[in-house]
């Protein structure tokens, strides 16, 4: 249960739980939320792709945990494991440092893979009946005070 605010549509951040056949949205709001965390009110999308990875690794690798057919994080961590050689083991924040430097074009596609769908459909109940397009539109002006604005290759936090 999230705390109520007068200020801010906690019931929309409730929502976007709703229906989740996928861990992408779980992995994609911790992530977010470390990087605010850090003082980081933009946020460039390969942080937050390689955050979700780096925060799903130990997990996936170590206790074998499978999130179901549909959610391809699973995958990812799989493909980037036999492409960069990192330890099953390794801490969170170096797989993340890595995933950061990494230059090797399979890794990179499937941090980016998450581009496809995370970003625009988590703000979906701040624009119910949008597209993608209309929801990057429409989040650049943080209309219904949604969590943060849209850009191909970055995200601003609402400042409110």
């Known amino acids: 249960m999230l705390p109520k605010s007068n200020d801010l549509p906690i019931n929309l951040l409730a929502a976007c739980f709703n229906n989740t056949s996928a861990t992408y949205k779980y992995y994609w709001l911790l992530s977010i939320l470390q ?66 430097a990494t230059k090797n074009s399979t890794t990179e596609r499937q941090l980016w893979h998450f581009n496809k769908n995370v970003p625009h459909w988590f703000l979906s109940p701040w624009f119910p009946s949008m597209g993608r397009y209309d929801i990057y539109l429409a989040s650049k002006s943080f209309s219904e005070k949604c969590l943060y604005a849209l850009y191909e290759d970055k995200i601003e936090i609402n400042p409110e």
């Open 35 to 100: 990087e605010v965390e850090n003082g980081n009110l933009t946020v460039s999308k390969r942080n937050l792709f390689a955050r979700m990875i780096s925060n799903a690794w130990f997990t996936v690798n170590y206790f074998h945990v499978s999130f179901g057919k549909q959610d391809l994080i699973q995958d990812a961590i799989q493909i980037v494991n036999q492409v960069e050689s990192i330890p099953i083991d390794e801490k969170l924040n170096s797989v993340f440092q890595k995933l950061l």
